[in-house]
């Protein structure tokens, strides 16, 4: 049973940086792509970044770029978002996605398997 756990969302002021975690378990972890998605009160979900199973590749959304790093451990299951930076406009809630194809932007809706989401705050 596919399971991903996120955690480290939290409030911070403009300007600082959170790390989120997400942690796998269920399937062949070193396998999959994983992507980081959030969803702002209003808006629709959108990709933020996106990473194969190997590491080699890595994607941004635009707004994104220079400020926040994807990665991953395979050997703990774990792959992680660092966001540097951090501006209100990444108030959302964050969500871990995997699935075995690359990049995310090729995921249909019933694709990927999802966490519960964490939330991220950012104000003074």
């Known amino acids: 049973q596919v399971q991903l756990v996120e955690s480290g969302g939290g409030l911070v002021q403009p300007g600082g940086s959170l790390r989120l975690s997400c942690a796998a378990s269920?399937?062949?972890?070193?396998?999959?792509?994983f992507g980081w998605f959030r969803q702002a009160p209003g808006k629709e979900r959108e990709e933020v970044s996106c990473?194969?199973?190997?590491?080699?590749?890595?994607a941004y959304k635009d707004s994104v770029k220079g400020r926040f790093t994807i990665s991953r451990d395979n050997a703990n299951h774990t792959v992680y978002l660092q966001m540097n930076s951090l501006k209100p406009e990444d108030t959302a809630v964050y969500y871990c996605?995997?699935?075995?194809?690359?990049?995310?932007?090729?995921w249909g809706p019933g694709l990927p398997s999802w966490g519960q989401g964490t939330q991220v705050t950012v104000s003074s």
């Open positions: 996605a995997a699935a075995i194809l690359y990049p995310c932007s090729w």
């Open positions: 990473i194969s199973s190997s590491s080699l590749n890595t």
């Open positions: 269920g399937f062949t972890v070193d396998t999959y792509a």
